[in-house]
């Protein structure tokens, strides 16, 4: 059974870009998170998506946004990229249940110079 | 609101010695919580959860942990360490609709040989 997949894996953008990041989930699972890690904030919830429908949202501003699609795949968008915006952008999947869990794909690695 | 805080940010121990890595939660209600393994430039992997069934919960690897709730903590062990057990541990607890985790802080465990 395939894991969660996040593309690309490491990425170098510069500041004031956008990026977009990709997460496929395992098969079956409806529902996506991401998250933002960083050495100093560790890992901060970024946004939720169940069935297309975003469930729920971490404390980041307006130039964060994603969108999940029919087949569950999910995008993260980051416009106007900043230095600080350099992190481990992690993606996760779940059946949705609350006592489930998620499974965490390798991440990608946004590099903003 | 939930949260958990894990003491030590750091935790070396020798080769064949004892794992402990503490957590404990603060939730308004009964949590679900989880442990989380990091190993350098990987997603999170999935250790073990406590979903309010057993409070003495076996997970990969041979780690376990126990969920006690007088004392709010959610303390992971490993009998005898491995240095491929060298890696960052997260703990987390799930808010009640299963949308988001917070985590705490990480600890970094070493292994000595």
């Known amino acids: 059974k395939a894991g969660v997949t996040q593309t690309p894996r490491y990425l170098i953008k510069t500041r004031g870009q956008q990026v977009t990041l990709s997460c496929s989930p395992i098969?079956?699972?409806?529902?996506v998170s991401w998250y933002q890690q960083t050495p100093g904030q560790g890992l901060q919830f970024l946004f939720e998506?169940?069935?297309?429908?975003?469930?729920n949202k971490g404390n980041f501003p307006g130039r964060f946004s994603g969108r999940q699609f029919s087949n569950s795949r999910s995008e993260m968008n980051v416009s106007t990229l900043e230095l600080g915006d350099s992190a481990l952008y992690l993606c996760?999947?779940?059946?949705?249940?609350?006592?489930?869990?998620?499974?965490f794909g390798s991440g990608t690695r946004l590099t903003v110079v | 609101a939930q949260s958990v805080t894990q003491l030590g940010s750091h935790v070396s121990v020798s080769e064949g010695a004892l794992v402990l890595l503490r957590c404990n939660y603060s939730?308004?209600?009964?949590?679900?919580l989880f442990w989380y393994v990091q190993y350098p430039n990987q997603g999170l992997q999935l250790l073990l959860k406590?979903?309010?069934?057993?409070?003495l919960v076996k997970g990969i690897n041979g780690f376990e942990a126990e969920f006690k709730k007088s004392e709010t903590s959610f303390h992971l062990t490993k009998p005898s360490a491995h240095m491929s057990d060298a890696a960052e541990y997260f703990c987390?607890?799930?808010?009640?609709?299963?949308?988001?985790?917070?985590f705490g802080t990480g600890t970094s465990l070493t292994v000595i040989p």
């Open positions: 996760a999947s779940s059946i949705g249940q609350v006592d489930y869990g998620y499974t």
């Open positions: 098969s079956g699972h409806r529902s």
């Open positions: 998506y169940f069935s297309e429908t975003q469930r």
């Open positions: 939730s308004s209600v009964p949590p679900y």
């Open positions: 406590y979903t309010s069934a057993a409070t």
């Open positions: 987390a607890v799930s808010d009640q609709r299963g949308n988001q985790f917070y």
